[in-house]
């Protein structure tokens, strides 16, 4: 357990700086770090794997399977930090309880990631403990146990076509939609196929028709900072379980911006605690005017890239506030604006490069962020285009413009 000066650095002064250990550093983090060094915070940035996008500007980095708790014990051990705060699903969750209960502080708290580290766990919660709406669900821990609950004789079967997801992944891996009864088998090997951590198991969902998707970026506060604040909803599209594009502000009803606000703080705080401080990154179904609860992230968001282009602070400024304990005296909103990812088209062989960055940000409005990740694969999200218009469709438009034309090179 963290040495007893550590347990007493998780105050929520102003008093600068301080250790932030970052478990995940994908380009989420990346964005996260940048905005923690503009505050004078000293940042040790950890994954599986060397020069990581957010290893590439932090303090120091550490290579570790965390899965592996006693590996995230001696990190806490060495660098005996303020905040640790994670940024990936994958993580020996148990050990973070640990870690809390001998007083060094988790970000937003270890129940929280706790929970959320398994649809299991979270949809269990928002469905039937909170009584939220959402898509009709069951679990597999087996390929004739997903056959049963799918299309099985019971009235709880989940029917065709639906949605199966393992209960731990990121960025859509895993993901697929099974349309035929033939189609099972092929969701089950790629829920497998896609799924991080060791437990296998797979959720099923009923399949929504839905109008549209959006995130809600969810800022909970110390309570002796501030009241739980909200960004504007942020509309997004997914292929392959993966999102492609966002933008916003996203046109809703104001009950249904109401309905969303309500759920999202009722799970946050829920989840949380009383003490909990992070954003969220909670996502609905939007079905006419009714809001249907889907996931929720107990960090940054990747829809939530649109956030760096769209007001002044983004959703890691946010982020770093709240966990802080600084002010968000509020949100200034530059108007429309959307984001489109850079993707991969093909494995590369060594370190990627880049061509076209320049025709890219030849159009007023444009801009490209690149993440530096050190290998590509097909469909891996490298960068992301950010753009700002007078209609949130020309905006749509330049941001895909933008990431089409920045191309990849294998080197």
Request: aromatic fraction near 4%.
């Amino acid at each position: 357990m963290p040495p007893a000066h550590a347990r007493r650095r998780g105050r929520t002064d102003d008093s600068l700086p301080r250790t932030i250990l970052l478990l995940g550093s994908g380009e989420l983090g990346r964005e996260f770090v940048i905005s923690a060094k503009r505050l004078g915070c000293r940042v040790i940035a950890v994954d599986r794997y060397a020069g990581a996008p957010a290893m590439q500007v932090a303090d120091e980095s550490a290579v570790i399977d965390m899965l592996d708790g006693a590996a995230i014990r001696r990190l806490v051990r060495t660098h005996a930090p303020d905040f640790v705060v994670p940024e990936i699903e994958a993580i020996r969750t148990e050990e973070l309880l640990r870690i809390e209960a001998a007083g060094t502080t988790v970000i937003p708290s270890a129940r929280a990631t706790h929970l959320t580290m398994n649809r299991d766990a979270i949809r269990s919660l928002a469905a039937e403990e909170l009584r939220l709406p959402t898509a009709r669900y069951a679990f597999a821990n087996s390929a004739d146990e997903l056959e049963h609950i799918v299309i099985g004789s019971g009235k709880r079967s989940i029917g065709l076509p639906c949605v199966i997801k393992p209960i731990m992944s990121s960025s859509g891996k895993g993901q697929s939609i099974a349309r035929t009864k033939s189609d099972l088998a092929r969701s089950w090997k790629k829920a497998l196929a896609g799924m991080r951590g060791d437990t296998v198991r797979v959720i099923a969902e009923e399949f929504i028709c839905f109008d549209s998707e959006i995130t809600l970026l969810t800022v909970k506060q110390r309570p002796e900072v501030g009241k739980t604040l909200f960004v504007r909803p942020i509309g997004h599209r997914q292929e392959r379980g993966d999102y492609q594009e966002s933008w916003m502000p996203h046109p809703m009803s104001a009950s249904a911006v109401r309905q969303a606000q309500r759920m999202a703080k009722r799970i946050t705080d829920h989840i949380a605690g009383k003490s909990g401080a992070g954003l969220f990154g909670v996502e609905f179904f939007l079905k006419g005017n009714q809001v249907i609860f889907s996931e929720l992230s107990p960090r940054p968001h990747d829809t939530g890239m649109v956030t760096m282009v769209s007001q002044d602070l983004s959703e890691f400024d946010l982020h770093l506030r709240a966990v802080l304990g600084l002010p968000i005296p509020r949100i200034e909103y530059r108007g429309p604006s959307a984001s489109a990812v850079i993707l991969a088209k093909r494995d590369s062989k060594g370190a990627p490069r880049y061509q076209g960055v320049a025709a890219a940000l030849r159009t007023p409005g444009a801009e490209v962020r690149l993440f530096g990740k050190p290998t590509a694969h097909k469909h891996r999200r490298m960068g992301v285009a950010l753009s700002r218009a007078a209609s949130i469709k020309e905006a749509r438009k330049l941001a895909q413009q933008t990431a089409d034309a920045v191309r990849l090179c294998g080197a």
